[in-house]
């Protein structure tokens, strides 16, 4: 029997999650089913994607690898799926089910000794002979840390590169590399700053709501002079995000010569406004 769900899940999603695991048992292959995201905090609503950690018994490991659009496709009717190298996890199937609404759910093939190598800590569904449960307690969850050094070593080289694109009428690149900067730098710093996980921009307008004015200053229309206010706006939100979050070195020589950089292509744009650091 499934074990109990969170009052938050809808009832697309509750209906996908029984049926499917009601399948899934039937593989001798499969060990068991957890998931994960906001399944954990009780926090899902209509919008929200199912992640499910399909733990398989070692020897069958490469078989259900080859067999995983298959067995995705026995689940409900699937629409699209694709592995998810892209996003480092190529043991992922993130998949698109018809219904109403439609249904996103990622299934990730994990072989169950690798289960106790995770950054967060799933809720199992369904298991045989608690196997699932004993191989989570062979390890701790753990979240990437946010490495602010690394950061800071490169955050002024960016801010040069997305300046020269600027310069160079290299637009929708310098549209590219704000939001770049939005996702690996602010967005972290300010989740981790409000005491959340550091992931990207995921959930910030409610984790970090009193950021949102700052970073919504960081958006820039297909407009050069939009894009230099933008980019400023960057480093004045990084400079202010950065203080007394770590020990870090600062690399100064390496600020100041990209914020004068920035200063002079903003001088060449509107050489009466100006602008400085």
């Known amino acids: 029997m499934m074990k109990a769900l969170p009052s938050s899940l809808p009832d697309p999603h509750r209906r996908f999650l029984s049926s499917s695991i009601d399948v899934l048992r039937c593989d001798a292959r499969i060990i068991g089913v957890a998931a994960g995201g906001s399944f954990l905090t009780n926090s899902m609503d209509e919008f929200s994607d199912l992640d499910l950690v399909i733990a398989v018994e070692p020897l069958h490991c490469e078989s259900v690898m080859a067999d995983r659009r298959r067995i995705a496709g026995s689940l409900g009717p699937l629409l699209a799926a694709f592995t998810g190298e892209h996003v480092g996890e190529p043991r992922l ?34 298991e045989r002979e608690g196997q699932f449960t004993r191989a989570l307690e062979g390890g701790t969850a753990e979240f990437p840390i946010l490495d602010l050094q690394w950061i800071e070593d490169r955050f002024w080289v960016w801010l040069h590169y997305a300046t020269a694109k600027i310069g160079r009428g290299e637009i929708f690149e310098a549209l590219e590399c704000l939001s770049f900067v939005r996702i690996t730098v602010l967005g972290p710093l300010a989740l981790l700053r409000s005491g959340a996980r550091p992931a990207g921009v995921r959930k910030l307008e409610r984790l970090a709501p009193e950021y949102i004015r700052s970073l919504q200053s960081t958006l820039a229309g297909y407009d050069a002079i939009d894009c230099l206010r933008a980019l400023r706006a960057c480093a004045e939100l990084y400079r202010t995000l950065r203080v007394n979050i770590a020990e870090v070195e600062f690399r100064q020589a390496a600020e100041r010569a990209a914020l ?14 100006g602008i400085g650091e």
């Open 260 to 273: 004068q950089y920035l200063s002079d292509v903003e001088q060449r744009y509107n050489p009466t406004s």
């Open 93 to 126: 199937l993130i998949c698109m089910y018809d219904g109403a609404p439609l249904l996103h759910v990622d299934l990730k093939f994990v072989a169950l000794p690798d289960i106790a190598k995770r950054v967060e800590d799933p809720a199992v569904l369904w």
